[in-house]
């Protein structure tokens, strides 16, 4: 049982490159997210999804798109990056439990764009 | 959207004293607050939670209260030990089970 995986733990971009970030969970949960981290602000939400099929705009989308392959996956992607998209990048999972939801956090994915 | 603010942002204690971390939501809708620590280079942890019908919650050393009606849930570690150090989250989830997260509190403990 892995719990939550992501791919790959480091990458280094030139702007205006793409990339994909992959997670993949073994829970059976219906609910994933991803987020980023920076010095100072926290976690911020960039996509999340409910369940197979469905993603929604969370608090930073601009640059980003997301794909719900299966209840298993949830990628992210950069179709061109910029340097203000370089940060920690954590994927989630969500258990519902009494019609709230307890995350599951990867061990994160640092991204550097130069 | 919700909008999560805690406080403070750096926090430092002797060892044995306690730490007391504060936040603030705005969604009334919210119904769930977690709280997070993330030891460095790691991911966050959960360590303690608390729902809407619920104003206490303890777990050994870690106790969390929620007052609904300000909008306001705080953490509290009594009898800190150097391995708390550590960045605290605290959250906020609606039952859309979207969660934000406050900015953080880096607590050192000094031996």
């Known amino acids: 049982n892995a719990g939550v995986t992501q791919t790959p733990k480091f990458q280094v971009l030139k702007t205006g490159q793409s990339m994909t970030l992959q997670c993949a969970q073994d829970?059976?949960?219906?609910?994933m997210y991803w987020y980023r981290q920076d010095p100072g602000m926290g976690l911020r939400l960039i996509y999340y999804s409910a369940s197979e099929g469905t993603t929604d705009k969370g608090e930073v989308p601009n640059g980003y798109n997301v794909s719900r392959l299966n209840k298993r996956e949830f990628s992210l992607r950069l179709e061109s990056a910029a340097p203000s998209q370089t940060s920690v990048y954590f994927c989630a999972s969500g258990r519902e439990v009494e019609n709230t939801g307890e995350l599951f956090f990867g061990e994160g994915s640092r991204l550097t764009v130069l | 959207g919700e909008n999560v603010e805690q406080h403070p942002s750096t926090l430092s204690v002797q060892e044995g004293d306690s730490a007391v971390i504060k936040c603030t939501y705005s969604d009334s809708a919210s119904n769930y607050f977690p709280w997070y620590k993330q030891e460095l280079g790691k991911r966050p942890q959960l360590i303690i939670d608390i729902r809407s019908n619920v104003g206490e919650k303890k777990d050994q050393r870690i106790a969390v209260t929620l007052n609904k009606t300000a909008k306001h849930f705080s953490l509290h570690i009594t009898e800190t030990q150097p391995e708390d150090s550590a960045v605290y989250f605290c959250a906020a989830s609606n039952p859309g089970n979207q969660f934000y997260f406050g900015t953080g509190t880096s607590l050192t403990v000094i031996p």
């Open positions: 829970m059976n949960h219906n609910s």
